[in-house]
């Protein structure tokens, strides 16, 4: 049976001295819903998911599995570990070298009392469900590790918990392998309806795994929303930075044009329409993001398009292979360009005319904008 997992205003001090690791986190996890916790190294992920394990003591809030608190500082109430029926796999293979692939599946079931001939049919099942059922006599040593972080997983799940925490399981595989097993993952951890909290720094991972994806820098949860309203609609520019916004165009917020807001650009030459999130004064200092995907690049007699149009050159073009990156000069600044495609269109030096749809673009209040997220810049 899924279960719903709701988290209110966690937070965790590791000391006085310094900022909180985790910062009044709130967020409810529907019954089997995969929701993902990315943000840069430090910004408090596996503080949170220690802290829903039980094996962080939280410095206040409330951890609520279905109806049950597991944690709540208002009434004291703590469950043990080992009492919440959650299942947890690492970025290190946490796999026992010295046993066999079912001896190390077996382990979490033994210390639970469960009879011989049940447990060997859950191992089974539970071999088959991560893909290792031809390896259950092997020792876990002479397995390469992607076969490690299935023998974790399945050491996780044997025990049929209610959530799975996931910690950068991926992180420690190479390239394909990890696209590999993320797809894996996903389909397993849906096959069994778990409810899941799964922790990266990896934008794409999130965006493969995830149901929900929720954004953390220095301790708080900036937004949490579906990946395709993250990458369509994000609340700040840092959110907008770590989902692959690389470019910003200074201006200032001069009018309102019904859903949009009219933005000077260039010292006034020029105006453009972008989305504005936030909350933003008239007069004041914006940057407006844009991410270099949803910009078009044309010829000077292309036909007009619904985007806003602005000349501008092409400075560089780098080949990919599959696609092309073009820098391009725009109104006294430099824009990433990508266009998919293996056969480049624009030379450097080219004119071309450089297409912003206004609902793709955002303005964002320049004093919001902090040094931290400057680092992301
Ligand atoms: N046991 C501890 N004692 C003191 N500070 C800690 C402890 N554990 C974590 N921290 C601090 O809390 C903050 C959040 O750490 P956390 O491990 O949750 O980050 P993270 O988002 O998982 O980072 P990473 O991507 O590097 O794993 C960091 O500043 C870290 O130094
Ligand atoms: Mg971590």
Known sequence: MSVALTVSNLAKSFSPDILPAVDD???????????????????????????VAGLEQPTKGLI??????????????????????????????????????FENVAYPLKRRGISKSEARERIADTLKLVGLEDYAE?????????????????????????IVLLDEPLSNL??????????????????????ALYVTHDQEEAVVIGDRIGVMRDGKLLQMSAAVDLYNNPADLFV?????????LSGRLVGRDGAHGCIELGGGAVRILAKV?????????VLVA????????????????ASQQFAGRVVRRRFHGGQSVYTVALLGTELDVVELGTAPRFASDADVLVSIPPDLCWAFASRAVDKVAHEHL
């Open 25 to 51: 986190v709130s967020f409810v996890a529907a019954p089997g819903e995969i929701i993902v916790l990315l943000g840069p190294s430090g910004c408090g992920k596996t503080t949170t998911l220690r802290m």
């Open 64 to 101: 609520r599995i279905n109806d049950q608190a597991v944690y709540d500082s208002a009434t004291g109430a703590v469950v043990a570990p080992q009492n919440r029926q959650i299942g947890m796999v690492f970025q290190s293979y946490a796999v026992w070298p010295h046993m066999t692939v």
């Open 138 to 162: 092997r020792s876990v040593v002479a397995l390469s590790g992607g076969q490690m972080q299935r023998v974790a997983l399945a050491r996780a799940l044997v025990y049929q918990p209610r």
């Open 174 to 195: 190479d390239a394909k392998l990890r696209i590999r097993l993320r797809d894996d993952l996903r389909t397993i951890i849906k096959q069994l309806g778990l409810t």
């Open 240 to 248: 907008a930075n770590f989902t692959g916004v690389t470019n910003t």
């Open 277 to 285: 999130p936030g909350a933003v004064q008239s007069g004041e200092s």
């Open 290 to 305: 844009l991410r270099p995907e949803n910009i078009a690049l044309s010829n000077s007699s292309s036909q007009a398009s």
